[in-house]
């Protein structure tokens, strides 16, 4: 989803251990800390073993750590990103910065629902993307799943890393 392709240009294939990057240094803790979970169910990975023992300081690149990541800490990534840059992903998939956290955050809240067998219909969602106003008109509410399904229908639409858009 983010765009980490950007970052390791700009930053260092290692700028996600640099608190500056991002907004809120203890989220960014909090961030470290679900990265080590994550490689850590993950060491056995060929790809991991790899760079941990095969590169200097064993840190992971980011473009090698994002295929360990969750959904959920991709989407605290993003979340954590100065908006400068949350504006650059974002614009990949022609929304606005805004836009797409709000989405990110309501598709992973609503994965994890339906992911632990919770029922979506006809549930009102405590985690609601921000609608574009032509859907609110058409009366398409964001506490219920045809608006997230309708977040993710344009993230996939102008997503421009699968050569759409």
Same mark, same amino acid.
């Given at each position: 989803?983010?765009?980490? &392709?950007?970052? *390791?240009?700009?930053?260092?294939?290692?700028?996600?251990?640099?608190?500056?990057?991002?907004?809120?240094?203890?989220?960014? =803790?909090?961030? %470290?800390?679900?990265?080590?979970?994550?490689?850590?169910?993950?060491? &056995?990975?060929?790809? /991991?073993?790899?760079?941990?023992?095969?590169?200097?300081?064993?840190? $992971?690149?980011?473009? /090698? %750590?994002?295929?360990?990541?969750?959904?959920?800490?991709?989407?605290?990534?993003?979340?954590?990103? =100065?908006?400068?840059?949350?504006?650059?992903? /974002? =614009?990949?998939?022609?929304?606005?910065?805004?836009? %797409?956290?709000?989405?990110?955050?309501? +598709?992973?809240?609503?994965?994890?629902?339906? *992911?632990?067998?919770?029922? %979506?219909?006809?549930? =009102?969602?405590? &985690?609601?993307? +921000?609608?574009? &106003?032509?859907?609110?008109? *058409?009366?398409?509410?964001?506490?219920?799943?045809?608006?997230?399904? $309708?977040? $993710?229908?344009?993230? $996939?639409?102008?997503?421009?890393?699968?050569?759409?858009?």
């Amino acid at each position: 989803m983010p765009d980490f &392709k950007f970052f *390791a240009v700009n930053y260092g294939v290692l700028n996600y251990l640099d608190p500056d990057k991002f907004i809120n240094p203890e989220y960014h =803790k909090s961030f %470290l800390n679900d990265i080590e979970a994550e490689i850590h169910r993950n060491s &056995k990975a060929p790809f /991991a073993r790899n760079f941990q023992e095969n590169y200097e300081g064993g840190q $992971l690149p980011i473009y /090698a %750590l994002v295929e360990v990541f969750s959904f959920g800490t991709l989407s605290k990534s993003y979340k954590n990103m =100065k908006n400068a840059d949350k504006n650059i992903v /974002a =614009k990949s998939f022609a929304v606005g910065y805004t836009y %797409l956290e709000s989405w990110v955050g309501s +598709i992973v809240s609503d994965r994890n629902i339906y *992911a632990h067998y919770r029922r %979506l219909y006809n549930v =009102k969602l405590s &985690k609601t993307p +921000i609608l574009y &106003k032509e859907y609110s008109k *058409a009366g398409i509410r964001n506490n219920r799943i045809l608006g997230v399904l $309708l977040c $993710l229908r344009h993230l $996939l639409m102008n997503d421009r890393h699968c050569g759409k858009g």
